[in-house]
């Protein structure tokens, strides 16, 4: 059974718009910060989990870019499935490190 390109594309954008909101527009001091000195704190661990957000854009950048990938199913899955794996990863360090900088 063969999987639309357009899923795994889909759960990269939606992954990354959460990672974006989480970072960029307020959403994480929201959950974690009551004091000033930890949106501060939350800074470190938003750049931390950006290491993670860098190498999933980049995946799925490549898996769409490169012809070469982007014509071998196999490997357009394999790195599709590497970014959706690397975001998730990038909102587990996000959010745990939101919770010990609370």
Not at 12 to 19: G, R
Not at 31 to 43: E, N, T
Request: proline residues 4%; contains cysteine; hydrophobic residues 60%.
């Amino acid at each position: 059974m063969r999987i639309s390109p357009v899923i795994p594309t889909v759960a990269n954008l939606l992954l990354a718009v959460l990672w974006g909101f989480s970072v960029f527009a307020g959403w994480g001091p929201e959950a974690f910060c009551s004091d000033p000195g930890c949106a501060a704190r939350l800074d470190g661990v938003a750049r931390a989990s950006a290491l993670f957000a860098v190498i999933a854009a980049c995946c799925t950048a490549g898996a769409w870019l490169v012809l070469r990938i982007r014509g071998d199913e196999n490997r357009f899955t394999a790195l599709m499935t590497t970014a959706v794996i690397t975001w998730v990863i990038a909102e587990s360090v996000f959010f745990a490190g939101g919770l010990i900088v609370r």
